[in-house]
């Protein structure tokens, strides 16, 4: 039986797998090429501190930080492909169920606003 997502740990547990799986995907990982993901992990855990944890501490625009990316529709499935499969190997409960809920407003927000922009 896995265990829900309920501390800090596991956050950064999901958190560092899911990002070692997109780096080893061929779709993904080229546009990761030259991230320093250990500078960039203590923002991430942050964001999903607060996403999954309702901690305090997060602030700044998460779409602004990927706006830069050529990425498109087959990105996003990808990745949220790779997410849910990293949550459900990892944990269950409802924290589980509300990262990839989560994790698909996230995408489809994004989405949305890449195709407005590129439609200007």
Do not use: C
């Amino acid at each position: 039986m896995r265990k829900n997502i309920e501390t800090k740990a596991d956050v950064e547990l999901l958190v560092r797998t899911f990002y070692d799986r997109v780096l080893q995907d061929d779709l993904l990982a080229p546009h990761f090429a030259g991230v320093d993901f250990e500078a960039h992990f203590p923002r991430m855990f942050a964001f999903w501190n607060f996403i999954l944890l309702d901690e305090a501490g997060f602030t700044g625009n998460v779409f602004d930080k990927h706006v830069h990316l050529n990425i498109d529709e087959r990105h996003f499935k990808q990745w949220l492909h790779i997410f849910h499969a990293t949550v459900n190997d990892l944990f269950e409960g409802d924290k589980a169920e509300l990262a990839k809920q989560r994790a698909d407003v996230l995408g489809f927000t994004f989405q949305s606003k890449l195709a407005d922009m590129k439609g200007r």
